[in-house]
């Protein structure tokens, strides 16, 4: 009965690969989200999606892209990773603006 | 954007003690939430307060929102208090949830 689910929970690969991070959420939320912690902890958004539409897209590289296939769904898509990839990345869910954020448990990338 | 600090940065405690967290901000916000980030990575989310006082169990939070500020208490810590508690504000403007930098909490046996 997990609310919001990612996968996988750890991800180690080398620098310029392709890797996705999957994200699925079971609470009928129409807002999904995907938040990056650096190796400080500090939280940042990267990206939302809201009934399919991006809606924000902070100053994250375009080697970054979320793909939604329907509202129940927000992958994280990166192309060419590089070091400073490495971090744990959210997904998070909610109603919409002013609900609840809901986390996932976190996927840890590591870049070598 | 919107600021968000948070105090103090680290919290160590002994079992039983009482302690309260602070989350300022710079701007006026439509929702706020507080979470616990346990020692394995899980974000918990404890409280959902853009406004007033609500309690559960062992904790209890209150935010001020005309001045800008929210507190976290806990009282009767226990060690499975301990990890990194965060604010997170969404401002009027829609800007999306902006975390605060956390305080890390460490309760000894």
């Known amino acids: 009965d997990t609310a919001v689910s990612q996968t996988p929970k750890y991800l180690v690969t080398q620098m310029g690969n392709d890797k996705s991070i999957k994200c699925e959420q079971n609470?009928?939320?129409?807002?999904m989200y995907w938040y990056k912690q650096d190796s400080k902890k500090f939280l940042k958004i990267m990206f939302s999606y809201n009934n399919k539409e991006l809606i924000i897209n902070e100053t994250v590289p375009n080697r970054f892209s979320p793909k939604s296939p329907d509202k129940a769904h927000l992958n994280l898509h990166i192309n060419s990773l590089e070091l400073g990839d490495s971090a744990v990345y959210f997904c998070a869910s909610s109603l919409g603006p002013t609900s609840p954020l809901h986390f996932g448990n976190g996927t840890r990338l590591t870049v070598t | 954007g919107i600021q968000v600090e948070q105090s103090p940065p680290d919290l160590i405690l002994q079992e039983g003690a009482n302690s309260t967290l602070r989350c300022n901000f710079s701007d006026s916000v439509n929702n706020l939430q507080w979470f616990h980030q346990n020692p394995w990575g899980q974000l918990i989310n404890l409280f959902y307060i853009p406004s007033g006082t609500k309690q559960n169990g062992r904790l209890s939070a209150t935010t001020v929102a005309t001045e800008r500020y929210s507190l976290l208490y806990i009282s009767s810590s226990q060690t499975t208090d301990s990890g990194v508690y965060f604010c997170a504000v969404e401002s009027n403007y829609g800007q999306n949830f902006v975390f605060g930098p956390g305080t890390r909490l460490s309760v000894l046996p």
């Open positions: 609470l009928g939320h129409d807002t």
